[in-house]
């Protein structure tokens, strides 16, 4: 079960009713969060989220509404008595940008460790999050991020007895153990089913629709994409900032064929986003708006 | 005219309902902030106060819940059109500071002048502002700032006539300037009066209660001033961790003789600040609460 919340849906600047953009998850009393602007650690206070257990950071990029309220947030977790490291993923700088907004918060009383980006795919596996960073297209090195939670195969009684499998081993092998009795080895593949389909989440801001983008996100069951525009004629305004329109984004949902899509980074201007949706619905009927504090929780599907 | 907004009145981090400290003042098209925590250009915003004119930010020191918005400060003043330069003052650092947290907002559209304060106390003159920074005693180099606009004297017209002043030269030596006729010069004081009281504005946080702020604060037609603690057995925590209880706030005031006073900068754990405000108010009765978006407009008195 994965609980997934959108702290904010601003872009640009936080305004009195809409926070910067950023995502947190929890998973097995661990949490993830995806951005942290000027004010995230009030959204997370606001949602009753508790920024102690967070283990992972995974940045975008640098640009200020998406990292500015590190310093801040960091101190808020230590005042939260945080001791578990804390790892910071982000694109190449992510360690030099950090040190420098930390000179005002130069005293945690937590480890961090950084992981920089460089390749246009990543990999990652971080406190039982599979993580898979994308390179997307913004005016600065940008990444959007596939948060996967994998799920094993049902023990399978029938084959475990046709391989003749001692009864004492199945509960070791179905923890995914290798177990060797009487000189004979025994390996979890041999009593397991094939893996069943996990969760996954993808999150992706700021970029213009390119193709890493639905090919990351295929198979999710809740896709997280900015739509900094409604206005079909902020095309050209969205092309120019490297951003997308609501459309953009729809197209990009309806390509990977997820189960569930929210929109968000809004534009300031943007004061009316539902407006837009009947448009946007007739391209992908999946697509929603996001909202500050929209929470889902995402559990494995009983097969 | 002096308009007085109390942005914030949190300490230590900002609260769904508390935005951090801070203090905001217009006069005569210009405008002046003291401290810029995060947040600070969301709580501007709320009272529809505009960052454009800012002209001078004073920090009073390098805790992050005091300076930590600066970043996001810039680009949204950026993002006003500001292009009148900014002038930020405050202890000795405070380029360094500001520099390092400008890694995430680097290019700004106009100039930032830096003003390093090492001495106790310091005299400046900024945009029509006259600020006296005065040490104080937190964990970290503080400064407490007064803000005065003074106000010339009125014109005298019998001591104009007596010195037999030209009048054509009494508008131009009433605007203050020296003026020079068939070889005689006319000085401002051979018409005018002397001063009148003018406009001040005391603000102290983050300081344990020493006599620099009462000092500093006397003659202010208002004083804003820490008051971290309400309960009077964290007197020790106070003590302890450099900041004051509401009384010695109070005692402050007293000493001080100020017209009205605020207390701000309250604690996370500072819920519900009110009852402690009868024993308050009988140490000096012109102290009151302060609370996020309040203002005043101080006006010249008539004589």
Chains 1, 2 share one sequence.
């Not at 509404?65 to 578990?84: F, Q, R």
């Not at 406190?127 to 948060?147: D, E, T, W």
């Amino acid at each position: 079960m994965l609980d997934v919340c959108l702290l904010g849906t601003a872009g640009m600047m936080p305004l009195p009713d809409r926070w910067l953009t950023s995502m947190m998850a929890r998973y097995n009393g661990t949490s993830l969060i995806i951005d942290c602007g000027e004010g995230t650690q009030i959204a997370m206070k606001e949602v009753g989220w508790s920024p102690k257990p967070v283990d992972v950071l995974l940045i975008t990029h640098f640009h200020a509404d998406h990292i500015s309220g590190l310093p801040g947030l960091l101190l808020t977790m230590g005042n939260a008595e945080k001791k578990s490291p804390l790892t910071i993923v982000g694109p190449k700088g992510i360690k030099r940008v950090c040190e420098s907004l930390r000179v005002v918060a130069p005293e945690i009383p937590f480890e961090i460790e950084y992981i920089e980006l460089s390749e246009h795919d990543v990999e990652l596996e971080l406190r039982g999050f599979m993580i898979h960073a994308f390179r997307v297209k913004h005016n600065v090195p940008c990444y959007g991020y596939s948060i996967s939670i994998p799920r094993a195969g049902k023990f399978d009684v029938e084959k475990a007895k046709s391989a003749n499998i001692p009864l004492k081993c199945w509960n070791l092998l179905q923890k995914g153990n290798t177990v060797s009795v009487d000189g004979l080895t025994y390996t979890p593949d041999m009593v397991m089913g094939p893996p069943r389909k996990g969760i996954k989440v993808t999150y992706c801001t700021d970029s213009r629709p390119v193709d890493a983008i639905w090919q990351a996100a295929k198979g999710s069951d809740l896709f997280i994409c900015e739509g900094m525009y409604g206005e079909p004629e902020k095309k050209v305004k969205a092309r120019q900032f490297k951003h997308m329109t609501f459309y953009e984004a729809a197209e990009l949902g309806k390509k990977a064929d997820v189960d569930e899509m929210w929109l968000t980074h809004f534009s300031p201007s943007l004061v009316a986003p539902k407006r837009y949706m009947k448009d946007v619905n007739e391209i992908f009927s999946k697509v929603s708006l996001g909202f500050d504090g929209r929470m889902k929780t995402i559990d494995f599907i009983d097969e």
